[in-house]
């Protein structure tokens, strides 16, 4: 709850998100004992080292903060989270691009709210975003891919964690990771061939999350399109290896979204059946429901 008693409620993350996962709400300042109303924060210091004060009266709340936030993260962590969407430009919760201010009011760097800063130190790999970027198309697709990315890890986990269960899980991610970062597909696989240790696993999640960090471009997805029209295109017609070609080809030139080229790439997998191409995750890694590749 905002500092004012109102609210800043997101219509997707809630409505058209929201059936797919169980929300767990933080609410840092009255979590951590501040009343509502309340005097408006800010962030005063420099860039290396900022505190959360009231404006008007510059009492510090930083440690009061910060002592809360450490017995909420072991609640969170028992939850088992999968991902976690921050306020933009909250100085308490904001993930990035929060302003900071002097002893004299001047602004005079950027940084993380102080909730979300100690949030990210303990748990680094859990994909973040804030409701302000999550407007952009693109970020969108990418954040809630890692998010149900992350609970198939963590059922993998919870299913016994055996080397093959390892090996089948790289398998069925193998296009989604290629279609972020060959390099990485490279040394998971290398991974993978080692064994299935704890140390492994933790290290196989380690690099599949800094993989999935990064932006699956265009020229990316079109490499991974091409790459699985091979699986079934010897048992293609000709009208149809030229229809798969083009609309490939559109996406390319930014005609189609992806979901055209993956409509039919789907349509050819179940056609001829192919057990791999079955259990692709990149042909359907969140609920169609969520239309996340209709806008990229």
């Not at 306020?87 to 009011?105: L, Q």
């Not at 198309?137 to 964690?161: H, M, S, T, Y």
């Not at 409509?263 to 239309?291: F, I, N, W």
Request: some cysteine; hydrophobic content about 40%.
């Amino acid at each position: 709850m905002r500092y004012d008693g109102g609210h800043k409620l997101d219509p997707f993350l809630r409505e058209t998100l929201g059936p797919f996962v169980r929300w767990v709400p933080v609410c840092p300042e009255v979590e951590a004992g501040l009343p509502v109303p309340r005097e408006a924060l800010w962030l005063v210091g420099t860039k290396k080292s900022y505190r959360l004060c009231t404006i008007s009266t510059g009492i510090d709340h930083t440690e009061r903060m910060l002592s809360w936030a450490r017995r909420r993260f072991s609640d969170l962590e028992r939850l088992g989270l999968c991902g976690f969407v921050f306020k933009s430009r909250s100085p308490s919760s904001g993930m990035g691009g929060v302003t900071i201010y002097s002893d004299a009011g001047m602004p005079v760097a950027t940084g993380a709210g102080i909730f979300a800063r100690a949030f990210m130190e303990r748990f680094p790999l859990l994909p973040v975003e804030d409701e302000a970027r999550l407007r952009d198309p693109r970020l969108r697709e990418n954040f809630i891919r890692q998010v149900f990315v992350c609970r198939r890890w963590k059922d993998f986990l919870a299913g016994g964690a055996s080397p093959s269960g390892l090996a089948a899980f790289h398998r069925d991610h193998k296009f989604l990771i290629m279609a972020h970062s060959q390099k990485h597909l490279r040394i998971l696989g290398a991974l993978v061939a080692g064994g299935g240790g704890r140390a492994v696993r933790e290290e196989y999640f380690r690099t599949l999350m800094e993989a999935l960090a990064l932006e699956a471009t265009v020229r990316k997805n079109v490499k991974v399109l091409h790459h699985i029209s091979g699986y079934f295109m010897k048992q293609l017609a000709a009208g149809e290896k030229k229809e798969l070609r083009e609309v490939i080809g559109q996406y390319n030139r930014g005609l189609v979204p992806l979901i055209v080229p993956l409509v039919l790439m789907g349509h050819y997998a179940k056609k001829y059946d192919d057990p791999y191409l079955r259990t692709q995750v990149y042909l359907a890694p969140h609920p169609a429901e969520l239309m996340l590749r209709n806008h990229v």
